[in-house]
């Protein structure tokens, strides 16, 4: 795939980068890498498992992001997108693996996990398809929701509330804002490179505060340095089971993850070509069933769901580099990591400030990059209502949870008690039912011969305008129309009239020629003249000159009637 | 489409705007046609402001060539943009034609 490099990067997804930059890049990344393992230590947190099943998950999910992450920039065998785009635990997944912990343990989290991958690798087979379903609204939605469903653990922990003292903690508080406005003070104020460390700063400031007052326990950093340095996993505490009432559950989080990473899939193929039009199909689905794969291997390996992460994106862009070499660092300092039980342990310990503080200060990007997806294109009523609808059923999943409480079928449960689950079955539903009369329609006839570039020029660009079609698609039309009208004169396919009926949604520009003469021949293939000597065929001319316009042609003949199809994606 | 000449020392520079389809393909091989009668035998197209170009300009532009050829002349292009520079890419016609970025360097051939 030739792409350009954007003249804000310096190093382009293909560029080489030196070992040391590289290195460097790899570790910053990695750090970024470790401040979602808070999403992991929150479902260890509502499982309530051992202190060794908990090393045990924070370990693995570091090796699954790894592996996840090396296989996302493989792009071989139809495998990886070829893009650098870590691989962190998934908040997508944190309700449904939270219900999974309650009813089985890690063995069912571990086991269900392993499963959902397999969800998403079949929606990487039939993407394609889905477009019309996956639209950027429905896309910004998952993403705020995604965002939303973290709030209530997060501001539990902000607060300082536990089940055993359900009311807020005036010391625990204290020492989250100090966590939180470190956070945000370097995100706002500090200049150069310190930014990106924001997150990791904020942490070790709240661990600090905490040990000095008293939050985090002597016997926390006794148990830190208790832990070998270098040691393998126990893989003793790896076990599996199955619930066929968490299908659904995981089946959703799996779609929500699909329809986010297809988002992350698309930023990463816009950032890194400055010629980029629309998104690249065969590297979606590349690269969906690169997260899939990984996902099913971080719930085989003892890992939590494992998915594409926004934010190391957002910080390949802001450092100007997204080689997929760093991705292969980046892969291997987190596969490294996992073998270093003590560090996993620091994040073991986590003081509840930390733990409140640090998913609060993601969820406000997390949300907000999800309300600017949403309003990347023009609100119409169609998409207010999705957007509404879904969104207000989802907050009050949140807000009034009883509603929901008597709902006790056992698929249906899961479902109604996670607003990121409801919103997005409902945001998906409502997508297809406004489908209805979304496509509009025009029949008009064409003289073979006759009529000119400029006349299906002035045609295609007031239907594309009376439309809402992409100024860049019914220029590549009309260029591919003329093209065929051409054809058919100086073929001598035909010399009747040329029906032509024109149809179009928001994903489709579709030109319906039908006729009544001889067929195009579609098998042959065009051959490059080397020579001003050779004779070339000016049908496989012609058809070179469409197949470059148009995304699809295809011919079929009825009694006679020639039918040729020019499809455009939009 | 419009076409204007400039005779160059080495070379006659023939600017080609517009578009050239099935209905304009023809007035270009005809006005080089011309050209060639007239003893011209260097030949530099400047396609920089030629926005669109079918297969009809394609067979034009290949049909005249091989006039070209039968005087011993030459026919050379410069200045190549967006869809036109695609359209000589994919139809292989960048392998069998020089084609330069400037109508200076053009004229550097000849």
Excluded at chain 2, 33 to 48: P, V
Aim: charged content about 15%; glycine content about 10%.
């Amino acid at each position: 795939m030739k792409r350009r490099k954007p003249s804000n990067l310096i190093y382009g997804v293909d560029d080489p980068v030196p070992f040391p930059t590289c290195f460097l890049l790899g570790l910053q990344h990695s750090f970024q890498v470790t401040t979602a393992l808070i999403f992991g230590l929150i479902v260890v947190q509502g499982m309530g498992g051992s202190q060794g099943e908990a090393g045990f998950f924070i370990s693995m999910s570091l090796l699954a992001g790894g592996i996840g992450t090396l296989l996302q920039a493989l792009n071989k065998k139809g495998v990886g997108s070829g893009y650098f785009m870590p691989s962190v635990c998934e908040p997508a997944y944190i309700s449904a693996s939270l219900m999974a912990a309650k009813l089985g343990g890690l063995p069912l989290v571990l086991g269900m996990t392993a499963l959902s991958g397999i969800f998403e690798m079949a929606i990487s087979r039939i993407v394609h398809r889905l477009r019309k379903v996956f639209t950027p609204e429905v896309m910004g939605l998952v993403v705020a929701m995604v965002g939303i469903t973290v709030i209530p653990v997060a501001v539990r922990n902000f607060l300082g509330i536990t089940d055993l003292s359900p009311a807020i903690n005036p010391h625990v508080l204290m020492v989250s804002i100090i966590t939180l406005g470190t956070m945000v003070s370097i995100t706002v104020w500090s200049k150069g490179k310190l930014r990106l460390y924001s997150v990791i700063i904020g942490m070790v400031t709240g661990y600090v505060i905490s040990y000095f007052t008293g939050l985090l326990p002597a016997a926390h950093i006794q148990q830190i340095f208790g832990k070998p340095l270098l040691a393998l996993p126990d893989i003793t505490l790896l076990r599996w089971s199955f619930d066929s009432s968490m299908l659904l559950p995981f089946a959703i989080a799996s779609l929500c993850v699909s329809v986010k990473t297809i988002g992350n899939l698309t930023t990463c193929q816009k950032i890194n070509d400055a010629d980029w039009k629309r998104p690249n199909m065969a590297s979606i689905r590349n690269g969906l069933l690169a997260d899939g794969l990984g996902m099913s291997l971080s719930g085989l390996i003892g890992g939590m769901g494992q998915s594409t992460s926004t934010s190391n994106i957002g910080l390949s862009l802001g450092t100007g580099a997204t080689s997929r070499k760093i991705a292969f660092t980046t892969g291997g300092i987190l596969i490294a990591l996992a073998f270093f039980p003590r560090f996993a342990e620091i994040f073991i310990v986590m003081p509840q400030p930390v733990m409140g503080a640090a998913p609060l200060f993601a969820v406000c990007f997390i949300i907000f990059t999800g309300f600017q997806i949403m309003m990347s294109r023009m609100l119409d009523p169609r998409k207010i209502f999705i957007l509404g609808v879904s969104l207000i059923f989802g907050l009050s999943v949140a807000a009034l949870p009883q509603i929901y409480a008597g709902i006790e079928n056992h698929w249906l449960h899961p479902v109604v008690t996670s607003p990121l689950y409801i919103s997005t079955l409902l945001a998906i539903l409502l997508t297809l039912i406004f489908q209805i009369g979304l496509t509009k329609r025009s029949r008009q006839l064409l003289e073979t011969g006759k009529t000119t570039y400029e006349q299906l020029q002035d045609l295609l660009e007031q239907h594309g305008a009376l439309w809402g079609a992409r100024r860049e698609v019914v220029s590549r039309a009309v260029s591919a129309l003329n093209e065929l009208m051409e054809m058919l004169a100086a073929e001598e396919l035909t010399k009747e009239p040329v029906q032509l009926d024109m149809s179009f949604d928001e994903f489709n520009l579709d030109l319906v020629l039908q006729y009544t003469g001889k067929p195009i021949d579609l098998t042959g293939t065009y051959v490059k003249p080397q020579s001003l000597e050779r004779t070339i065929s000016g049908m496989q001319l012609s058809l070179c000159m469409i197949r470059k316009d148009a995304d699809r042609i295809d011919s079929a003949e009825k009694d006679g009637r020639q039918r040729i199809v020019l499809h455009f994606d939009h | 489409m419009t076409i204007s000449t400039k005779k160059e020392p080495n070379a006659l520079v023939l600017t080609v705007s517009g578009r050239m389809d099935a209905v304009t393909a023809p007035e270009f091989e005809k006005s080089v046609s011309e050209l060639i009668a007239q003893g011209e035998k260097n030949f530099l197209i400047d396609l920089s402001a030629l926005e669109y170009i079918s297969s009809a300009g394609l067979r034009s532009i290949l049909a005249s060539a091989k006039r070209l050829k039968e005087q011993n002349g030459k026919l050379v292009f410069s200045g190549l943009q967006g869809h036109v520079k695609e359209v000589f890419s994919i139809s292989g016609f960048h392998g069998i034609f020089k084609i330069h970025d400037t109508e200076a360097e053009g004229l550097k051939d000849f």
